[in-house]
């Protein structure tokens, strides 16, 4: 059973940073890209990041290009999205997401909230 | 960046009529060199993550009852419940991964009449 389990959100002041992770089991981690979506409370879905499955490659929304990492460690099953100068516009529940073969996201995990605040 | 429009924002149907979802794409989500659209949708519940539905347009994805079906093709597509149920209740998106920046429609939502 594909398992994505995220840590890491919390009460962040503009400016501040976080580190996003989410435990993958259930599949061969490495052999799948993995996205970062976020929800701001409700609205709809964004999309954020994607890594592939190396690692090699990554890609980002542009508003959050210069400020977010996404990385992983293949070795660990684990996911990670670094968010530096975070924004009151950057508040969502984020959701890591298995990608399918090509961009589809067939495996959410249950989110962890970020809130941007002071 | 594509934008992905849907409608209706809301609809209420019957228990046991259809359901009718359109998603449009900005540009052509068909990549001419496979004939696939590029297009997938995903039904969210109250307090869940989102569930995928529906890749490469109209292809269900196992699990998904038979009553969900997409179609459409390029810019134009459909969501369709073919005879509701008080558990399809939710708030249904679509998404093209044909280009990034992914992009997602901004959602419609299901309820009971």
């Known amino acids: 059973e594909v398992q994505l389990l995220e840590s890491g959100g919390g009460l962040v002041q503009p400016g501040g940073s976080l580190r996003l992770s989410c435990a993958a089991s259930?599949?061969?981690?490495?052999?799948?890209?993995m996205s970062w979506v976020r929800q701001a409370p409700g609205k709809g879905l964004e999309w954020v990041s994607s890594?592939?499955?190396?690692?090699?490659?990554?890609y980002y929304i542009d508003s959050v290009k210069g400020r977010f990492t996404i990385s992983r460690d293949n070795s660990k099953n684990t996911l990670y999205l670094q968010m530096n100068s975070l924004r009151g516009e950057d508040t969502a529940v984020y959701y890591c997401?298995?990608?399918?073969?090509?961009?589809?996201?067939?495996?959410w995990g249950q989110g962890t909230l970020v809130t941007v605040s002071s | 960046d594509i934008v992905m429009t849907q409608s209706p924002d809301s609809l209420a149907v019957s228990l046991g009529e259809r359901a009718t979802i359109n998603c449009k794409s900005s540009?052509?989500?068909?990549?001419?060199?496979?004939?696939?659209?590029?297009l997938a949708w995903y039904q969210q519940k109250p307090g869940q993550p989102p569930k995928l539905l529906i890749h490469?347009?109209?292809t269900r994805e196992s699990g998904v009852p038979d009553r969900f079906s997409g179609s459409g093709s390029g810019t134009d597509f459909t969501l369709t419940i073919s005879s509701l149920q008080a558990e399809d209740v939710a708030v249904y998106y679509c998404?093209?991964?044909?280009?990034?920046?992914?992009?997602f429609g901004p959602g419609t939502k299901v309820d009971i009449k």
């Open positions: 997401a298995k990608r399918g073969s090509s961009g589809w996201h067939d495996y």
């Open positions: 540009q052509s989500v068909l990549y001419s060199s496979n004939n696939k659209n590029y």
């Open positions: 998404q093209q991964y044909y280009g990034i920046p992914f992009t």
């Open positions: 490469w347009a109209s």
């Open positions: 890594i592939s499955d190396s690692g090699s490659g990554t």
């Open positions: 259930g599949f061969t981690f490495s052999s799948y890209a």
